[in-house]
T-cell receptor
Framework: GQNIDQPTEMTATEGAIVQINCTYQTSGFNGLFWYQQHAGEAPTFLSYNVLDGLEEKGRFSSFLSRSKGYSYLLLKELQMKDSASYLCAVMDSNYQLIWGAGTKLIIKP | SQTIHQWPATLVQPVGSPLSLECTVEGTSNPNLYWYRQAAGRGLQLLFYSVGIGQISSEVPQNLSASRPQDRQFILSSKKLLLSDSGFYLC???????????FGNGTRLTVT
C-alpha cells in the first residue's frame, strides 16, 4: 500500500530552526509537495520537489532524496506565525496525491 | 493566478437534510478540480476529482455525489446527510497533472 509518515507534533522555540521529516512509500513518484495549514484554515502551498536536492524559498527549504523515499521541510528563524500543521504529499505514478496526516508545529516564545 | 471561491464558510444541517456546496474557479481554464474532506485533527481525504465537464471520479463510496456542470464550477451534494458527514470540506484546483493544488477557504459542516 501507499504510505506517508511524518511526526504528529513538534515543538520549537521562536527564532530557532526546525526540521520536519517525511518518509514515503508510493507506487511511483511524480513529485513531493509541502503545505502549511493554520488551524481552521485551508492548506496553502509551500514547496514542490521532483529532483533530489534542496529547494530554498526564503526562510523555508525543502529537501528530497528519492532513493531513500525521504524529504524534510526546514524552517529557519522561527516566528510565532509559523505555528501550524505542515502537510507532506506525494504524487504517485497515476498523478494522484497521497497525503500525510500532517505535523502540528508549536512555537514557544 | 487562479482564485477559488467556495461557499458557505460554515453550515449547520440536521441529519437527513440535503446538502449542496459550490465551488467556482477564476483565472484558469479546464482545471482539474477536487473535493476533499478533513475530519477534526485528521489528514485530507479525497472525495471526488474531475478533469473536465461531466467527468467525475469518486474515490470513496458514500452518500455524497459531485457534479461539474461548467468548466469552472464544481458542486458537492448529498440527498440525506449523516452525522459522519461532519467535517471541513475543501475544494481545490490544479492547472496540470503535476502542478500544485490550490485550495478554496473551505466549508465547515456540522451535522446535528
Amino acid at each position: 500500500g501507499q504510505n506517508i509518515d511524518q511526526p504528529t507534533e513538534m515543538t520549537a522555540t521562536e527564532g530557532a530552526i526546525v526540521q520536519i521529516n517525511c518518509t514515503y512509500q508510493t507506487s511511483g513518484f511524480n513529485g513531493l509537495f509541502w503545505y502549511q495549514q493554520h488551524a481552521g484554515e485551508a492548506p496553502t502551498f509551500l514547496s514542490y520537489n521532483v529532483l533530489d536536492g534542496l529547494e530554498e524559498k526564503g526562510r523555508f527549504s525543502s529537501f528530497l532524496s528519492r532513493s531513500k523515499g525521504y524529504s524534510y521541510l526546514l524552517l529557519k528563524e522561527l516566528q510565532m506565525k509559523d505555528s501550524a500543521s505542515y502537510l507532506c504529499a506525494v504524487m504517485d505514478s497515476n498523478y494522484q496525491l497521497i497525503w500525510g496526516a500532517g505535523t502540528k508545529l508549536i512555537i514557544k516564545p | 493566478s487562479q482564485t477559488i471561491h467556495q461557499w458557505p464558510a460554515t453550515l449547520v444541517q440536521p441529519v437527513g437534510s440535503p446538502l449542496s456546496l459550490e465551488c467556482t474557479v477564476e483565472g484558469t481554464s479546464n482545471p482539474n478540480l477536487y473535493w476533499y474532506r478533513q475530519a477534526a485533527g485528521r489528514g485530507l481525504q479525497l472525495l471526488f476529482y474531475s478533469v473536465g465537464i461531466g467527468q467525475i471520479s469518486s474515490e470513496v463510496p458514500q452518500n455524497l455525489s459531485a457534479s461539474r456542470p461548467q468548466d469552472r464550477q464544481f458542486i458537492l451534494s448529498s440527498k440525506k446527510l449523516l452525522l459522519s458527514d461532519s467535517g471541513f470540506y475543501l475544494c481545490a484546483c490544479s492547472g496540470t497533472e503535476n502542478s500544485p493544488l490550490h485550495f478554496g477557504n473551505g466549508t465547515r459542516l456540522t451535522v446535528t
